[in-house]
């Protein structure tokens, strides 16, 4: 018997998410672990440019490793009051 998997929730990465994985880090830290420009991050953080897919997807991968959000939840009921 197998047991079924949720699948993966896509973090959408703001600036303030970008901001709080970086930690203490530097940006050049942060870059070497993703593969991607220092200076790119720093616009990422600051709202004038934002990861492409790929960057999103390493951004991801360092979170899971780094165990980052793994014990957020939903603040409020998670009852949605809008029609989808």
Same mark, same amino acid.
């Given at each position: 018997?197998s047991?079924? /998997?949720?699948?993966?929730?896509?973090?959408?990465w /703001?600036? *303030? =998410?970008?901001?709080?994985l970086?930690? $203490?880090?530097?940006? *050049?830290e942060?870059?070497?672990l =993703? !593969?991607?420009?220092?200076?790119?991050? &720093?616009?990422?953080?600051? !709202?004038?440019? &934002?990861? /492409?897919i @790929?960057?999103?997807?390493? =951004? *991801? @991968?360092?979170?899971?490793? &780094? !165990?980052?959000?793994? $014990?957020?939840?939903?603040? $409020? *009921? !998670?009852?949605?009051? /809008?029609?989808?």
């Amino acid at each position: 018997m197998s047991v079924a /998997t949720l699948p993966k929730k896509e973090i959408r990465w /703001t600036p *303030s =998410l970008i901001k709080r994985l970086r930690h $203490d880090r530097a940006y *050049s830290e942060l870059a070497e672990l =993703l !593969g991607a420009n220092a200076e790119d991050i &720093e616009l990422w953080e600051n !709202g004038q440019a &934002e990861p /492409t897919i @790929e960057e999103m997807t390493h =951004l *991801s @991968e360092l979170a899971d490793r &780094e !165990g980052f959000l793994r $014990d957020w939840k939903l603040a $409020d *009921s !998670g009852v949605l009051h /809008t029609d989808l």
